[in-house]
């Protein structure tokens, strides 16, 4: 990963301030928050987070894809957040005083993000009250996303979490964190760039399995397969298979 120290907000940065919770922030607190902040290039495949670190941090993902994910003792693992441009990673660390990372991080593709300064921050969410607010309203939609991924995850089949993965990727990777993709104009496709074995990892299941799913899906019309890569043919038909009806 490379670092820029001399590094001072542009157009990008700016875009994935005011697509974050920073955004509501005024100037004069936002530069103060900033200051002392390096820009991090992480190329694709790179491990950013590993389970169990207890440093304190925050980032906020400026470009690129980004996701974390939980691995059991038998190796399996279960994506649990994706990051894109705007998302904030690492208040919790800042304000738990046992915190200790219970998933690892891994860029999906070329990413920068920005590394802000955890003295700095911790300081301005103490003196001011509005910076204190911007990450309450963080945490709290963290809690509130990471409380509706319990039965997204242990209710649902695995074909309804593949349709899911699918249309979370689709979303792409320079648009803020949406907790439902965007659905496209009638006619269009979308393309996703995972593997198949990728796609399994990501919902906690065998490429088998996984396999199996996109076949039937492919001849159902839902989407096709191309090397490295999956095209949601009808979002639409794929978004109600991945719906999860509690009262079902």
């Not at 590094?7 to 919770?21: E, N, Y």
């Not at 700095?120 to 996303?145: D, I, K, T």
């Not at 949406?178 to 490429?207: D, F, H, I, K, N």
């Not at 076949?215 to 839902?222: I, K, N, P, S, T």
Request: hydrophobic residues 45%; glycine residues 8%.
């Amino acid at each position: 990963m490379g670092q820029d120290p001399a590094w001072t907000a542009d157009v990008s940065a700016l875009q994935a301030i005011a697509a974050s919770p920073l955004g509501s922030l005024p100037e004069p607190l936002l530069g103060d928050l900033l200051t002392g902040s390096t820009l991090v290039r992480v190329p694709a495949g790179t491990v950013t987070h590993r389970e169990g670190d207890a440093d304190p941090h925050l980032e906020l993902m400026v470009s690129g894809l980004l996701k974390f994910y939980a691995t059991a003792p038998d190796g399996r693992t279960i994506t649990v957040r994706y990051c894109r441009r705007g998302s904030l990673m690492g208040v919790v660390s800042l304000f738990s005083p046992d915190f200790a990372l219970p998933v690892s991080g891994v860029a999906l593709t070329d990413t920068e993000l920005v590394r802000l300064s955890p003295v700095r921050v911790r300081g301005a969410a103490a003196r001011e009250l509005p910076v204190a607010h911007a990450f309450l309203r963080e945490l709290s939609e963290r809690v509130l996303g990471f409380m509706a991924e319990i039965p997204g995850s242990a209710f649902t089949s695995v074909r309804q979490r593949v349709a899911r993965h699918l249309l979370d990727l689709a979303a792409g990777a320079d648009v803020g964190q949406l907790a439902v993709p965007p659905m496209p104009a009638a006619g269009s496709e979308l393309a996703v760039r995972t593997t198949q074995q990728e796609l399994a990892q990501a919902v906690g299941s065998v490429r088998e399995v996984v396999v199996r799913i996109l076949r039937d899906l492919r001849e159902a019309g839902v989407v096709r397969t191309e090397r490295d890569r999956i095209v949601i043919v009808e979002t639409g038909r794929l978004a109600e298979l991945a719906i999860w009806n509690p009262g079902s």
